[in-house]
């Protein structure tokens, strides 16, 4: 990991307890984020959540599992979520990873921001194509959770066949996003900017 990690940021003008809530929601999530089907997390003691998540294509279910914490009382107003994700699925294109998100209040919003990598779980040739394609499925669901924080539209109305409807020019679009960091670089290590909490987080539990 390191050498090619994917960072996605946006603007998102809502409140930050808005835009934590729908982010950090586990049932709330998938609804956005196209990466993710089911998101179900395991109880436990106080600390990092542990949780199993799910991605369904047509003949095939992803299944892993994956750790988390969050940060909500940064001194700068900021806030963090670091996480940990691993699967043994071997049809999965993704073996383990681990990234982060940031959330930056600002003068009409949050400046909402992430950055992550994995190794890969079909090897190099193919990740040079798996790769942009998770790059760009993270921005466009990054783009979708905007419009639900600010024009409270359900994310159920942009389903992914909307990157056709060319006609509706308030569809959810990847390119509204920035994909790399300011002054830097799309193909780096994206993790430079990681909050320290990611450096403390536990392996995610295998699943049973």
Not at 10 to 22: C, G, H, K, Q
Not at 38 to 66: A, L, Q
Not at 98 to 110: E, I, L, M, N, S
């Amino acid at each position: 990991m390191g050498r090619s990690g994917i960072y996605v940021e946006t603007t998102i003008r809502a409140p930050m307890e808005t835009v934590w809530s729908l982010s950090q929601d586990a049932a709330a999530h998938p609804r956005w984020d196209v990466r993710f089907s089911r998101i179900v997390p395991v109880p436990g003691d106080d600390g990092p959540t542990h949780f199993t998540y799910e991605r369904g294509v047509v003949v095939h279910t992803v299944r892993g599992t994956g750790v988390s914490i969050g940060e909500t009382e940064r001194p700068d107003g900021s806030r963090t979520s670091a996480l940990r994700f691993s699967t043994e699925d071997r049809l999965s294109p993704i073996r383990e990873g681990r990234g982060y998100w940031r959330y930056v209040p600002t003068a009409d919003g949050v400046r909402f921001v992430t950055g992550y990598d994995y190794d890969p779980g079909w090897g190099r040739v193919l990740d040079a194509l798996v790769r942009p394609a998770l790059g760009w499925a993270t921005a466009w669901s990054f783009d979708r959770l905007r419009i639900w924080a600010e024009r409270d539209e359900p994310p159920e109305r942009w389903p992914l066949r909307s990157i056709l409807w060319f006609w509706r020019p308030d569809r959810p679009r990847a390119a509204r996003c920035r994909r790399a960091p300011a002054g830097g670089r799309r193909r780096g290590d994206q993790l430079t900017d990681a909050p320290p909490t990611l450096d403390d987080l536990p392996a995610p539990r295998r699943r049973r």
